[in-house]
């Protein structure tokens, strides 16, 4: 599988940032063929027609469509070319929490590393319309740098991810209250690095250091879910992966993510879905998954 890398802007601003008109990377998305890639990609559709699979989800792509996609996720678009018209905001994870003084910045929006919402909203016109004058005037600032462009850039950035984090928010009625503690930022970050190795809660805990109450009431209060579910959800998801993709049988994925016996991988996964693993994997390819 193909993986895309970020390639810095040619732009005069030393930023791992990008702003990319539809009409000149048009070609990319119109191919069909499943990759990933290492930055983060915003992508606001203007006009559209079509769908998009991420994360093992089916995406309808219409008008005024704003597509969240994190690093690594697994996509495959089906776009028809006429009259498509978007815009994309492209980063890396490390620039911009450096970029904002805060290394849980990309954790603490709600559509980021998001597993139990839907990984697009629609807006009305006039919103999307807003947003893409905003990225239209950060690319003028990349193109044109000038001694203060980084604050400009800095600004309305943070200005437009956050606008984006309060529209999901209140989509889907997740809480914007700021954590009295990393707590829940970490764990889901821990999660991202080391779900391959470790899939129990107590790994976790030692990790940060803190109790399983502590983790679950973190987790719970910014995320109305607990710290179980929550990890239970990316293991699935992680399984998931490697059937679709992978080309490996569940016993070679069993070790790969460390169970001690495939029947436990195919238990844990039927309980978590109500399939068998060759259920699933005829339900994917069968095209009758949500």
């Known amino acids: 599988m193909r993986t895309i890398k970020f390639h810095k802007s040619e732009c005069g601003v030393d930023i791992l940032l990008n ?23 915003i992508l606001l559709f203007k006009k559209a027609k079509g769908t998009l699979i991420l994360n093992q989800r089916k995406i309808t792509i219409s008008d005024d469509t704003i597509v969240f996609i994190s690093p690594f996720q ?22 911009l929490n450096d970029f904002f003084s805060d290394k849980f910045f990309t954790y603490r929006l709600l559509y980021f590393y998001q597993l139990n919402y839907p990984l697009s909203i629609n807006i009305d016109k006039s919103d999307l ?22 604050h400009i850039i800095r600004s309305l950035l943070y200005y437009l991810l956050q606008k984006f984090n309060r529209e ?6 997740l809480s914007l209250e700021k ?22 809660i107590d790994d976790y805990v030692s990790l940060l250091g803190i109790s399983r109450i502590t983790i679950n009431s973190a987790v ?27 080309g490996k049988n569940v016993s070679e994925i069993a070790d790969e993510l460390h169970f001690s016996e495939p029947s ?11 399939m068998t693993t060759t259920e699933f994997l005829a339900y994917y390819q069968n095209d009758t998954f949500g």
């Open 19 to 41: 702003v990319l008109r539809g009409s000149d990377v048009k070609v990319n998305y119109l191919k069909t063929e499943i990759y990933n890639a290492d930055f983060f990609e």
């Open 74 to 95: 697994k996509r495959q678009w089906n776009l028809e070319p006429d009259g498509l018209d978007f815009t994309i905001l492209v980063f890396q994870e490390d620039f």
């Open 129 to 150: 319309e807003k947003a893409c004058n905003i990225l239209t005037e950060i690319k003028g600032e990349l193109l044109d740098p000038k001694p203060d462009s980084v």
């Open 179 to 200: 954590a009295e503690n990393n707590y829940a930022y970490q764990f889901k970050q821990l999660l991202e690095l080391h779900i391959t190795q470790k899939q129990r």
């Open 264 to 274: 436990h991988l195919m238990r844990f996964f039927k309980m978590q879905t109500g």
């Open 220 to 246: 719970k209060k910014q995320f109305n879910v607990t710290a179980t579910h929550l990890l239970k959800q990316r293991l699935l998801f992680e399984i998931k992966n490697y059937l679709i993709h992978s």
């Open 168 to 173: 999901y928010a209140n989509r889907f009625n």
